[in-house]
């Protein structure tokens, strides 16, 4: 934290200048120094824990009215502006006269924020008609700005706003979802006219069609030479998540699916040698599929990961085969009493993405074992389960972690909702809930950067906001910018001749081919633009409802 310069400040001073409420960037040390601007910021630290650097600077007449402050080296706030909630100042911001910053707002290093701006990081509650306003709930999503922003006079940011590194929003402008890095917007919504130093593709409809269109096209004209890569005798390998070449029956599923995308087979498939492959995989007793190996001799099948998510890949390569499981899945056919057992004693609390994953294949056994085999089993428990389960306030199930957040209850919300809801057409319990809590962990991850910007991550968030969509519109702007960045961000991701990296700086895949293609199919239907997009899955990322009337 830098020091202010102390050389030479006299011991009594003269009241601080009128002009520095209005023009503190003139402070020198002296005024830091101050003993009421001392006095100021002291009480600030008493009374909310303000964390101030020592060369930070605000103005006498400021209203600050903060449950938390941070204020990075140099940063500034002049008089007149009003900040209240929790605010994070890096280093070098300033907050001009009469601008309002209030809720929960996050700022870079470097972000200059223009006279009469509002920064509104909180949302009144409004869906009740017969509940006046000022009665119903205040919701925080909150709003995160990048380094070197600037924000214009009159500006308006509304919560639930990221604005990334180096944008620049005009006056006037009012910004309501994502905002790229280096982008220059404006308008009421605010939407990108270019970027700083060289042109940029909007996100307006037209050219959204256009990176639909021209990612359709290269797969949908590669697809075959890439599944041709990973092809060894009558099945595939290819790389898993961890970028770990082995061979697995989810593979050859990849394979089907990816083809079955755009309407085909996988080349030289011979489909009744694959079926029989796939069909001799389901256990005899659990009707699970477990991979044929030594690891898996030595696991109970209900509890293998593996042997679970096959009833997913390989029941839906079946049927994108035109096939079925041999035999119903027995894992499943038990009592109420046990399957609540069941769920019950899943890691709920420190892995909910692998207990969601295991309501996934719960749920999408019932519905293999329903369509082709008319068998009883406990559907009316599971889904009674889940809504006493529920929590009402995040909208999920399972608790965030320490180190992780709410990334793994939001990725088991997408698994476990998959299999159940979306796959039978039933609506979620808490979906308004959802939304925020969904979209509370796109945020906090920044959108996903770098290693985190994963098939699987965005998977888990545009699924979810596709399935809440189509109970309620609530904050549809949000979840549409969105899907428009990873539609932007997909075609720079995609290898001529390889298809997609499962993650960045990983190697392209099978498994991330596959579910980057679906991610941006759920991204384009949830803005009503799937026609333009060659590849729509046909299996485990499918999205429209089972229609079995269960």
Known sequence: MDQPNT?????????EARRLQFLPWEHVASDLLHPTHIARKEELRKKCGAELSETSYIGEHAAIFTETLRMGARSWIA?????????????????????????????????????????????????????????????????????DVW?????????????????????????????????????????????????FRSSKSENIEDCLQELGRK????????????????????????????????????????????????????????I?????????????????????DRIAPREDPKALYNVLAVGYALEVLGSRPRQPIA??????????????????????????????????AMYFNARYFDVVQPRQALFDWLTRNSNRTTGLWGEPTVLEGWLQPVNGFYRLTRGTYAQFGVSLPAPHAS???????YRNHRGFVGAKYTACNLLDTIHPLLLIARQTDYRRDTGEAIARAIILRA???????????????????????????SVVHLAAEYLGMAEHFAFVPKGVHRTLPVGLGL
């Open 491 to 517: 075609l720079e991701r995609w290898r001529d001749g390889e298809g997609f990296p499962f993650a960045d700086g990983s190697t392209p895949s099978l498994q991330g081919t596959e579910m980057w293609l």
């Open 331 to 364: 894992a499943v056919q038990v009592d109420p009493d046990e399957l609540v057992s069941w769920l019950d004693t899943l890691p709920w609390d420190v892995s909910a993405w692998s207990a969601g994953s295991v309501v996934d294949a719960i749920g999408t």
């Open 435 to 441: 939304f925020e809590t969904v979209v509370l962990n």
């Open 151 to 199: 924000i214009g006079a009159n500006a308006v940011v509304l919560d639930g706003a990221i604005i990334g590194t180096g944008a620049v929003i005009a006056a006037g402008a009012v910004v309501t979802g994502e905002i790229p890095a280096m982008a220059i917007a404006g308008g009421v919504p605010a939407r990108v006219i270019r970027s700083r130093g060289a042109p």
């Open 79 to 147: 008089g007149h502006a009003l900040v209240r909630g929790n605010i994070v100042l890096g280093d070098d911001c300033t907050i001009n006269p009469y601008a309002c910053l209030s809720g929960k707002v996050t700022c870079g290093n470097g972000v200059r924020i223009a006279s009469h701006a509002s920064i509104v990081g909180f949302n009144h509650g409004f869906d009740d008609p017969a509940l006046p306003i000022h009665r119903q709930n205040v919701t925080s999503s909150g709003i995160t700005i990048g380094d």
């Open 219 to 274: 797969a949908k004209a590669q697809w075959p030479d890439i599944l041709k890569r990973w092809k060894t005798g009558e099945t595939y390998e290819s790389l898993e998540a961890d970028d770990v070449q082995r061979p697995a029956a989810r593979h050859l599923c990849d394979a089907i699916e990816i083809a079955a995308g755009f309407g085909g087979l996988p080349p030289d498939l011979n489909p009744a040698q694959a």
């Open 7 to 15: 050389v030479g400040v006299p011991v009594e001073h003269q009241n």
């Open 276 to 296: 029989e492959y796939l069909q001799d995989l389901q256990d005899a007793t659990t009707g699970l599929f477990p991979e044929r190996t030594a690891h898996c």
